[in-house]
């Protein structure tokens, strides 16, 4: 481990004994070579990677496919079966919603035994109580309250304030930011931006927000069911990651709906797999609904290289329909012109039921690029980042 890097996994694998026997019986059948290896689950294989003081690293990848594994063993909660886990100094990691908080203790109490556990003293935690307490955003009325009868977003909130507020040499966040406000998901994001650029600590950071990712990991690692497919810098990380998402699997994993096809059309209709920059455009969505959906809300969103551009999201609008009937269905969702710059780009598709469960998880169906009609395109009238761009979403129902 060199004497900058914070972090370290050098070829480290994991593997989790499933069924009934994971006791004294279960450690026996193991010595004996009795145990039925088909019983074994590998969250990680052969996983290395090292993170420095002023480093930021991203984790992508599908549910399951190793990356909490990853920050549970890095944080020293799981040990690994196989390889070498090493960190150095201060260890905080915000791995789910209200990890490390008795639900029993006041949000003041909790605060205070939470910095200890972190490594601050007694004296240290009380003089930056104020401080982390103003950083959550949380009321005085709420902190002499049992945290259990705190919301997710509250719990988040408290939580990762205490974690930066500790002055850790290691920051482990998992996708628990995602249930705070959008407020809060800025500020946090810019304070993990500030450690990153002040160089006060090493970050590994798991979100399936891969504009967050892009944003604040210079490089990232793609896992997929404990393997590394890619890893390098955040951007062509990404652009391997979305391309190689499994457009066939089109059920979801609860049986909600199918999708049978999603199409790029021009101002006249007809599948088209480029387009001008200045080209208005719509994506049409065929598909099944498995059975009767209440409430679906569709989000069409245009992706490029470095994240999110610019999406059409029924939420937004407050335009879902009450409900979709088990059947077929058609989705037409018209962009006004994007003045996109020359490349390709990709279509995701989520279908959620409004803001609480996902008929479809979020996943590339569709890509097309931009052409340049001209020898030159106008830098100031073509963009590379996010965009207003107006759209109308018909169908749905």
């Known amino acids: ?32 070579g009795r145990r039925d290896p088909r019983q074994d689950l590998w969250a990680l294989r052969e996983l290395s990677l090292c993170v420095e003081r002023g480093d930021a690293l991203g984790l992508v990848g599908r549910n399951g496919a190793g990356k909490t594994t990853t920050l549970r063993l890095l944080a020293g909660i799981s040990r690994a079966t196989h390889g070498q886990v090493k960190t150095q100094g201060r260890v905080a990691s915000l791995l789910n919603v209200g990890a490390g908080f008795h639900p029993e203790l006041t949000g003041r109490e909790n605060v205070l035994l939470n910095a200890v556990i972190l490594g601050l003293s007694r004296k240290e935690a009380q003089h930056r109580y104020a ?53 809060f998901q800025d500020r946090s994001l810019r304070r993990m931006l500030a450690f990153r650029d002040r160089g006060e600590a090493a970050i590994v950071f798991v979100s399936h927000n891969l504009a967050a990712i892009e944003l604040m990991c210079p490089r990232a690692i793609w896992l997929d069911r404990g393997l590394t497919r890619a ?49 208005p455009f719509a994506v049409r969505v065929h598909g099944r609904a498995l059975q009767d959906l209440a409430e679906p809300v569709f989000v069409v969103t245009i992706r490029g290289d470095h994240g999110l ?23 037409d969702c018209a962009f006004d012109a994007p003045g996109l710059r020359p490349g390709r780009y990709r279509v995701e598709l989520k279908v959620k039921q409004n803001v609480r469960t996902n008929y479809f998880e979020p996943r590339v169906m569709a890509a097309f690029e931009v052409r340049s009609r001209s020898a030159h395109v106008s830098e100031a009238s073509s963009i590379a980042g996010g965009a207003d761009v107006a759209y109308h979403m018909v169908g749905g129902c």
């Open 231 to 279: 890893t390098g810098s955040s951007s062509e990380v990404l652009r391997a990651y979305l391309d190689g998402v499994d457009a066939d699997d089109e059920l979801s994993e609860d049986g909600y709906l199918s999708v049978d096809q999603v199409q790029v059309l021009d101002a006249l209709g007809s599948p088209r797999d480029w387009l001008g920059p200045d080209e």
């Open 309 to 331: 551009l610019f999406a059409g999201n029924m939420h937004i609008d407050g335009s879902w329909p009450r409900s979709l009937a088990r059947g077929d269905f058609e989705l």
């Open 131 to 183: 401080e982390i307490v103003e950083f959550s955003g949380l009321e005085d009325a709420f902190l002499d309250t049992p945290v259990k009868h705190y919301s997710s977003g509250m719990y988040a909130r408290l939580a990762f304030s205490v974690a930066v507020h500790v002055a850790p040499d290691v920051l482990l966040v998992d996708e628990v930011l995602s249930v705070g406000d959008a407020a």
């Open 1 to 32: 481990m060199s004497s900058e890097a914070l972090a370290e996994l050098q070829h480290v694998s994991k593997r989790y004994l499933l069924g009934h026997r994971r006791g004294a019986g279960g450690v026996i059948l193991d010595l004996l």
